[in-house]
């Protein structure tokens, strides 16, 4: 299967800090990824979802100021966390689809704010 | 708002018995359906999709679905304890995968 690159693993980082995280689609060109956040014994929700070259679509709730998507290349996406909070303690996890019915996660990233 | 509901469990079946998981959805115009494995502190991993009213088998899972009740449930025949983990179903509404809360597997040996 695909394979989608996320890093980093872990971060733990400040309050007020920034944190960006990367999601790379490895071996094939992922048309749109998505950002999914869990918290502990919760399902995944839907952040945000950005196609390459355009601005991502954000999921009601979620602020577009504080969770910076960056989808640069058909490869690459970034989630930039800015001033975090201990509240954004959260498992974030990206997926990436080639445009048919399968999506492809990263193996997550578990950040920790102080 | 569309939903995806299963039961959180935990689920608890000795190794080597059938478990069956359930999950029903709200969207009816819902074309697609999936189950994802996810043991603790990992992303999820796709274990089966359907899309078609009916049962789909593959290996010692068999997806069913029945749309007029708008019902998914998976089957894991002959559980082992690596089966142990949660199991998320998930429904694609307009381009968009919806996730339930998942249920929790537990296979004692």
């Known amino acids: 299967g695909a394979v989608v690159s996320q890093h980093p693993s872990w971060v733990i980082c400040k309050s007020g800090t920034s944190v960006k995280i990367e999601c790379r689609s490895l071996?094939?060109?992922?048309?749109?990824m998505f950002w999914y956040r869990q918290f502990p014994k919760q399902s995944l929700m839907l952040m945000a979802t950005?196609?390459?070259?355009?601005?991502?679509?954000?999921e009601q709730g979620v602020e577009k100021d504080k969770f910076l998507i960056n989808h640069a290349s058909l490869t690459l996406s970034t989630l930039t966390v800015t001033s975090a909070h201990p509240e954004d303690s959260s498992f974030y996890i990206c997926?990436?689809?080639?445009?048919?019915?399968?999506?492809?996660f990263g193996s997550g990233t578990q950040l920790s704010v102080l | 708002q569309k939903e995806v509901e299963q039961n959180s469990g935990p689920l608890s079946v000795p190794e080597g018995a059938i478990a069956s998981l359930n999950c029903t959805y709200s969207?009816?115009?819902?074309?697609?359906f999936f189950w994802y494995r996810q043991y603790s502190g990992k992303s999820p991993e796709l274990i089966m999709f359907?899309?078609?009213?009916g049962d789909k088998e593959d290996g010692r899972f068999t997806a069913q679905l029945n749309k007029a009740s708008q019902y998914v449930s998976l089957l894991i025949r002959d559980s082992q304890p690596s089966d142990s983990a949660t199991y998320l179903c998930?429904?694609?509404?307009?381009?968009?995968?919806?996730f339930g809360k998942g249920t929790k597997l537990t296979v004692n040996p």
């Open positions: 359907i899309y078609s009213n």
């Open positions: 998930a429904v694609k509404s307009v381009e968009k995968l919806v």
């Open positions: 997926s990436a689809s080639t445009g048919k019915e399968k999506l492809f």
């Open positions: 071996d094939f060109q992922a048309t749109t």
């Open positions: 950005s196609n390459e070259g355009s601005k991502a679509t954000y």
């Open positions: 969207d009816r115009g819902s074309q697609s």
